[in-house]
């Protein structure tokens, strides 16, 4: 293979080096490139940039793979679950038993917020989106542990993760139960990570919820299978804003915006947006494929498509299996939205636009109409998303301190602007 790239340009030769990743991926390396050249690459979007190296995740997305630490996420879905993978995310390898009991216990540990952290809730509409309450509540984490604000060493940062991975929950379960108006439920010691979401969420004082066990795994296999996807929107946020040296829980609270757009974690509630527009138009699902296709619709399929995946999203495989088990659980026979949904997935397949582009369903597609089943309302179904990818965007936050690479992030353009020009007076404009 070849170690280096030629680049002709205006009469010049360049020679740039090459940089071949553990599963070949091979990077053609800029870094010199205008301090030689005085030219810049242009990638609107960052499609064929590579921004980092990267030992977390690997992702082939013509062939539909997708790994955490080199293990398959079919495996993890169905023989792990979210805490060991996020062990196995942010320090490399899967926790042996002492070490999966020690980060247990921290998690427990660190699952009540400082009383004082409560009032702020109070500040916030009961209207206010619970995604804006969670990148302003991680935000705030900040000014009541300032000592795990830059981790300096591990102990500190597992404690630091730890901390954020255990209020990230609090924090959505309470925002959950100042929009239903009913009074906050605390942490219950003695229940593991996603059964104690669940009863923080819909457990009363009168009446106490307990999930099925089916339920509570079909949630941490969600969870699981959205703990990180390399360089998407929000984790490349969270490493941008790192580089500038900000500290950890602003760091994910900035992950926490990127991730609230429509384009990004945003689709699972768009999706079922979607889905419940065609049930009450009662529209035709050919129509709604053909709007799709026309670009002037200002209709997209929302849960296709994807930016690295030009196969079935192995995610989305695993939600439509889990789909299937939560409704037997629940003993619903038909839903509307998951009709609508099978039938727009069958359309769309077989459409030559979808696949010609290689559009295919994603992640968001299955996974809102699972949480609607389960009981949770649209409006939180990106903050659990956000739950599920923390662990990723500290496994990067960790990566980037770790390599001790203190250049900020800071790209260039290419001006099209006025050239310059003389200040017009007030009078004659
Ligand atoms: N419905 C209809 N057409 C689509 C869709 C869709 N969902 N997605 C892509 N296309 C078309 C585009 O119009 C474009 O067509 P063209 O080549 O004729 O111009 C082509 O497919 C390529 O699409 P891009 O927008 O260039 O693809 P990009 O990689 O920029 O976008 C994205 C990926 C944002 C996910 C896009 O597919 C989309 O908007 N999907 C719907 C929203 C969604 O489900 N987002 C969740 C993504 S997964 C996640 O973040 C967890």
Request: charged share 25%; proline share 5%.
């Amino acid at each position: 293979m070849s170690e280096e790239a030629l680049l002709k340009i205006n009469g010049h030769e360049y020679t740039l080096p090459v940089t071949v990743g553990s599963e070949d991926e091979i990077g053609i390396d800029i870094q010199k490139l205008r301090a030689q050249s005085k030219c810049i690459t242009l990638d609107p979007g960052y499609g064929n940039t590579g921004s980092c190296e990267s030992a977390i995740t690997f992702i082939d997305g013509e062939k539909g793979i997708l790994r955490y630490r080199g293990i398959p996420i079919e495996e993890l879905a169905l023989k792990s679950n979210f805490i060991e993978v996020a062990y196995l995310l942010i320090w490399g390898e899967l926790p042996n038993k002492a070490e999966r009991e020690s980060f247990s216990n921290q998690l427990t540990e660190h699952a009540l917020l400082h009383e004082n952290l409560k009032h702020h809730f109070e500040g916030f509409p009961g209207s206010a989106h619970p995604m804006a309450i969670l990148s302003a509540m991680i935000n705030a984490l900040s000014c009541y542990h300032d000592d795990f604000t830059c981790p300096n060493s591990e102990e500190t940062l597992e404690t630091a993760s730890a901390k954020l991975i255990s209020k990230i929950r609090t924090i959505a379960a309470f925002s959950f139960k100042m929009f239903r108006g009913e009074p906050f439920r605390y942490p219950d010691p003695k229940r593991q990570y996603v059964s104690n979401l669940l009863h923080m969420m819909f457990s009363l004082p009168h009446k106490r919820y307990d999930a099925s066990p089916v339920i509570t795994r079909a949630l941490d296999t969600i969870l699981t299978l959205h703990a990180d996807h390399e360089q998407n929107c929000s984790t490349s946020t969270v490493r941008m804003v790192a580089s500038s040296g900000a500290n950890l829980f602003s760091s994910i609270s900035s992950g926490v915006c990127s991730l609230w757009g429509p384009l990004h974690g945003g689709a699972n509630m768009a999706v079922i947006d979607m889905l419940e527009k065609i049930h009450q138009g009662g529209l035709d699902i050919s129509k709604c494929v053909e709007m799709a296709k026309n670009k002037d619709s200002g209709f997209r399929l929302m849960g296709f498509g994807h930016r690295v995946y030009k196969n079935y999203d192995p995610r989305a495989k695993i939600l439509k299996g889990i789909c299937d088990e939560v409704f037997d659980e629940l003993k619903i026979d038909q839903d509307p939205l998951l009709d609508i949904a099978r039938k727009l997935e069958e359309a769309a397949l077989e459409d030559s636009y979808f696949k010609d582009r290689n559009l295919y369903p994603n992640v968001d597609f299955y996974s809102g109409i699972i949480l609607r089943a389960i009981g949770i309302p649209t409006n939180m179904f990106t903050v659990l998303f956000a739950i599920g990818r923390l662990p990723g965007w500290i496994a990067h936050w960790r990566e980037l301190y770790l390599s001790g690479d203190k250049r900020i992030s800071r790209p260039r353009q290419i001006y099209t602007g006025h050239t310059e020009r003389s200040y017009t007076p007030m009078e004659e404009r």
